[in-house]
């Protein structure tokens, strides 16, 4: 059914059916939804095969979803996976602004108490100024 399925364009029922397996008590049936899943070839099914990648190590649900998850991912078109890099990069260039404006307004804020004003000049006060002598 997954290799039939892999070069239509609208993949959802197939994926429905073979996910709706996955989890089936029958180890053949899940092994082949898992490994059908890496087949049919739709992205959208990497979700549900990552669930059974956290399975012990023996296990032939883990080598079977790792095998798919690899195969999807490796499946997938390069100008999808640019898109996703490029919206990435453009979110942390606009967290990387908003983080510059609040430290800069928090510079000021620094600055504006560490300034003392003395007959009308603000001055900064160094370490080597040296308070005055008592007599």
């Given at each position: 059914m997954s290799w039939l399925g892999r070069n239509e364009e609208k993949k959802e029922t197939v994926r429905e059916i073979l996910t709706s397996h996955?989890?089936?008590?029958?180890?053949r049936v899940q092994l082949t939804a898992i490994?059908?899943?890496?087949?049919?070839?739709?992205a959208k099914a990497i979700a549900?095969?990552?669930?059974?990648?956290?399975?012990?190590?023996?296990?032939p649900e883990r080598a079977a979803a790792e095998r798919s998850v690899a195969s999807l991912r490796d499946a997938r078109k390069p100008s999808a996976e640019l898109s996703q890099l490029r919206n990435e990069v453009l979110n942390l260039?606009?967290?990387?602004?908003?983080?510059?404006?609040?430290?800069?307004?928090?510079?000021?804020?620094?600055?504006?108490?560490?300034?003392?004003?003395?007959?009308?000049?603000?001055?900064?006060?160094t370490s080597s100024t040296k308070p005055p002598k008592v007599r």
């Open positions: 996955v989890n089936s008590l029958k180890k490994t059908g899943l890496g087949t049919l070839g739709d549900v095969l990552e669930t059974f990648t956290g399975a012990t190590r023996e296990s260039q606009k967290e990387n602004r908003e983080l510059r404006k609040d430290f800069d307004e928090l510079k000021k804020k620094l600055e504006a108490t560490t300034l003392k004003p003395s007959s009308g000049k603000t001055t900064k006060p």
